[in-house]
Antibody, heavy 116, light 107 residues
Framework: EVKLVESGGGLVQPGRSLKLSCAASGFSFNDYWMGWVRQAPGKGLEWIGEINQDSSTINYTPSLKDKFTISRDNAQNTLYLQMSKLGSEDTAIYYC?????????WGQGVMVTVSS | DIQMTQSPPSLSASLGDKVTITCQTSQNINKYIAWYQQKPGKAPRLLIGFTSRLVSGIPSRFSGSGSGRDYSFSISNVESEDIASYYCLQYDNSPLTFGSGTKLEIK
């Protein structure tokens, strides 16, 4: 069974950084692109970016490229999202997802709240 | 970036109705569109990929069609369990972009 479990969310002050993790199981992690999507409270889905199998290609939505960094550790079957210079606009549920042409499996999401 | 115009923002349907949601894209996406269902408090679930390919285990009352810039998603014989928001996603070009969503309610 494919399973994706995000962690690392919580309350963070404006301007600070936070790193999210996504633990994958039930499939061969190093065979797939992986990605991140977020959803602000009561809003729609926003694609953050994706990373290929060997981390040689990483794509971001332009507005987040300078703030967010996607990485992965294939030995640990884990995907990461490093977020910096956080602002209130980054308050959202963050989902990791497996890419098989499109996002086919999603984690349950982790909440990040940016507030003083 | 490819813009996605999804409509309507909300739908109210009776049980057994057929409903249709549309997504128009700002440029040809070569049928690389997927449709997701999201229930309150849950992660999105993939229903359809590549315009019309139903994911295994998804009921056949869900369907998709389209080409070029115009795509549609339909639910025939709406059931109570279909209460959710639905999103389109183009994955032809980076950055990937979602439609703004359609909230389905039951009358």
């Amino acid at each position: 069974e494919v399973k994706l479990v995000e962690s690392g969310g919580g309350l963070v002050q404006p301007g600070r950084s936070l790193k999210l993790s996504c633990a994958a199981s039930g499939f061969s992690f190093n065979d797939y692109w992986m990605g991140w999507v977020r959803q602000a409270p009561g809003k729609g889905l926003e694609w953050i970016g994706e990373i290929n199998q060997d981390s040689s290609t990483i794509n971001y939505t332009p507005s987040l490229k300078d703030k967010f960094t996607i990485s992965r550790d294939n030995a640990q079957n884990t995907l990461y999202l490093q977020m910096s210079k956080l602002g209130s606009e980054d308050t959202a549920i963050y989902y990791c997802a497996r890419v098989d042409y499109t996002f086919d499996y999603w984690g349950q999401g982790v909440m990040v709240t940016v507030s003083s | 970036d490819i813009q996605m115009t999804q409509s309507p923002p909300s739908l109210s349907a009776s049980l057994g109705d057929k409903v249709t949601i549309t997504c128009q894209t700002s440029q040809n996406i070569n049928k690389y569109i997927a449709w997701y269902q999201q229930k309150p408090g849950k992660a999105p679930r993939l229903l359809i990929g590549f315009t019309s390919r139903l994911v295994s285990g998804i009921p056949s009352r869900f369907s998709g069609s389209g080409s070029g810039r115009d795509y549609s998603f339909s639910i025939s014989n709406v059931e109570s369990e279909d209460i959710a928001s639905y999103y389109c996603l183009q994955y032809d070009n980076s950055p990937l972009t979602f439609g703004s969503g359609t909230k389905l309610e039951i009358k």
